[in-house]
């Protein structure tokens, strides 16, 4: 990107973004109660070669060489969450203080080096002693939600002002209680749609409990979202498209912006009645002060017959042959402008920041270097995008590269390297990719 074309103004918020679970380690020690996550991955047959976090990029011994090593870089902003099971190790009840302590070490530490914390207050790992209670399906979980963030807050807002409630709904009801393929391993539709709607509440509602504890609190939730669009041309192949887009882009968002679920538009959501309670439809709504978009690419969708409700099929990128990343995620940086475009429309929102967006592509260590081309130029490539929606109008003000380093992929391990700066895991040395460079030389020049 040239320098003239780097205009997103002063006020642009850049940074990087990391989860608990898929850096810091430490899984089981220091009064850390396990998550779902722990369970899921020391579980068999679960993740790629059986591989789990348990020690990961050992973020809670090393955060002071990463937060230095962002501070090196320049960049401004870190995004991270927090383990509720460390915090809380049962998730309800008696409070972890040795965690309590790691996580205000974190914060002191990057406000020390000139860095601005971001905190997501659940990503994914769901303390496994609520799980054992039914987890997301079970509507306790407001209260036990609530009660948690009002201690964070209580604990950690005298020094952080930036708070975003979930990490991608979708994504973990999808495949935690869907699909089955995420911890917790559920399957089924009733377990999803239960999840669907407490995690909807419990959004809208820690924004509101974050609201009345902290006057100058900046309060966001985060959205997977990607492009969706027909692949043939049939009007069976176009009404497909426009189900999956209900129910991955829109089934969380809506309500957040007063608008209720989508059902009109995919009719197996009314089968979300019996979960909602009198006086609920007005909760699920919140004027959050952002939303954060995260986005890695798009999704071509046809009819199907032999996929009841929804009626539709994704079409992998391999069969499509278009440029894609490790994660077989295809290349296409106009889904991020198509993104900001629609999350702009609603009405409800102050700004919206990407708080995800990057690559993974298989990186080769040699002579200490990485040259990560494809990674600069993906990250070029999308942030031209958020640049030309921002010049179209939408109220973009920020963007943070996932991720720092490389990190746990979920189910699919340590495979996806994700980073701008290289982890060896078998030693925990880090090297700065080309790409880690390339962000922190764009950073000192827009
Ligand atoms: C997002 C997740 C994040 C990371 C990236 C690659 O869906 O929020 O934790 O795994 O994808």
Redesign the pocket.
Known sequence: MKIEDKNFGPDFKWGVST?AY?VEGAWYSDGKGKSIWDVFSNTGGNTYKDQNANIACDFYRRYTHDIILMAKLGIPNFRFSLSWSRIIPNGTGKVNPIGIEFYNRVIDFCLEMGIEPWITLY?WDLPHELEKKGGWTNRDIIGWFGDYVALCIRYFGDRVKNWMIL??PM?YTGAGYFLGVHAPGRKGLNSFLAATHHSAMCQSEGGRIVRSLLNDAHIGTTF?CSYIEPFGQSINDGMAAFRVDALLNRLFVEPLAGLGYPVADLKLLQRLEPYIKDGDESKLAFNMDFIGV?N?TREMISHSHFTPLIWAKVIGADKRNVETTDMNWEVYPESMYEMLMKFGKYKNFKEIIVT?N?AAFPDILADGKIHDEKRISYLDQYLKQVLRAKNAGVKVNGYFV?SLTDNF??AEGYKPR?GLVYVDFETQERVIKDSGYWYSNFLTNC
């Open positions: 989860a898929q990503h990490n991608e994504v997977s995260q890695y995800e990057g996932w992929e979920w994700f």
